[in-house]
């Protein structure tokens, strides 16, 4: 019989994500078939799935967590921000069009059945699914039609698990302010509370438990502290490149524009955990400082990040670092940034337009309203690379016939001198690309297995709430299904 619990928020970015990947992980150890399942997801860093679409980079990672390949089941309504107000939809993986804000959230209860139907799919294979909220579960001027949070609790009948981030303060107040501002049907369904990023000594907290649990008359679960490592795993939310990352003056420094639209971003975490490389996201507001590389990373709406690049200046940042031979890679849509021009005859992007790109390589790109989704096996250095395609352009040109990389016996991106493009996405996770790619450029190299450090993060996360819930309990709180 398979059994589910939902949890949800007092607010964005409190920990919902690292939670589920944890107990995923947790009681995968225990022998579980586990499957976590998100609703509906907003974020521009996505992974594709063995069933060929894509969903959230943390639905990615909790289905590596549970030890399983990630299928479009597990996000079945991915929300991909393309301008201020609008976002594409992403249904069952793949792309059905770009809506404004206001008109979606209109019609997103359409698509209830859908997301119900997912989550019925996904619990034949599975003993236990960790389902994962989005955004604040008190947001109550969303609730008409929602479902991401407590809208797909009722509909699945889900008893839920409230987390709070004490790291921001005021953790009391807004877990029983939750309890105060949802429907009593809905706060029906909370059947406990969990304080998240605690630091200190918990047992100071004993009394702040108590009062959460008395006031919401549901058990308080924890306090968990912080996990350290937090920051060893991918990142979904945009938000993760805000926190300030003290530079390491390493020997060799990798600068990357922080573009408004910027997509997959995990692209470059590897070479974060490099001890020998200083990563630095240069944010708006002033030029790209002096760099070794420059990446253009992904974009979610290459036109309009291409213009905000120039509007920065940083145009000129990057065509002068050209010029003084030194290496620029652009990956998907920093890739077609790098060309001639950008074509965008169907207005997929806006309206319909050709824009001249940076003319560092010489390509040209017209984009497509199919979007091309598939995990690629490539050798480039002479060394394999596992990652994947996500995009929709085209692209062609003399370049291509220098090729980034070969998928098999086809040519993959473009190259001229020391200007690169690649469609390929987490080309940097394969240690031996990556070993090879730095030391090409002169940059001091080292011994890090990503991969295996992604591993044993999870492992250590599963410790972490091992240690610090009680999973027994938690087990006990989840409901079965029908």
Known sequence: MTRAI????????VGKSLVV??????????????APFKPQNMSNNAAVTADGGEIGRAQALQARAARRDPVTAMNPVLLKPEQETGAQIILRGQRIGSMPAREYWKKRGELLPEVVAAFTELAASA???LVEGAGSASEINLRSGDIANFGFAQAAGLPVVLIGDIN??????SLVGTFAVADPADAALIVGTLVNKFQGDPTLFAEGAAAIA????VPCLGPVPMFADAAKLPAEDVLALDQPVASRQAGFTIVVPRLPRIANFDDLDPLAAEPGVDLIIAPPGNPLPPADLIILPGSKATIADLAALRQQGWDIDVLAHARQGRPVLGICGGYQMLGRTIADPLGLEGQPQTVPGLGLLDVETTLEPHKQLRLETATA???PISGYHMHMGVTSGPDTQ????????????ASNGRIWGTYLHGLFAADGFRSAFLARLGAPISDLAYERSIETTLDALAAHFEAHLDLDALLALARELG
Do not use: H, W, Y
């Open 6 to 13: 939902m949890f949800m928020g007092t607010g964005s970015d």
């Open 21 to 34: 990947a944890g107990l995923c992980r947790a009681f995968a150890n225990r022998g579980l078939k586990v």
């Open 127 to 129: 003993d236990l699914i």
């Open 168 to 173: 921001r303060g005021g953790v009391i107040a």
């Open 214 to 217: 008395v006031r919401t008359g």
């Open 381 to 383: 250095l002479g060394q």
């Open 402 to 413: 220098s090729p980034f990389a070969n998928v098999g016996n086809t040519p993959e991106g």
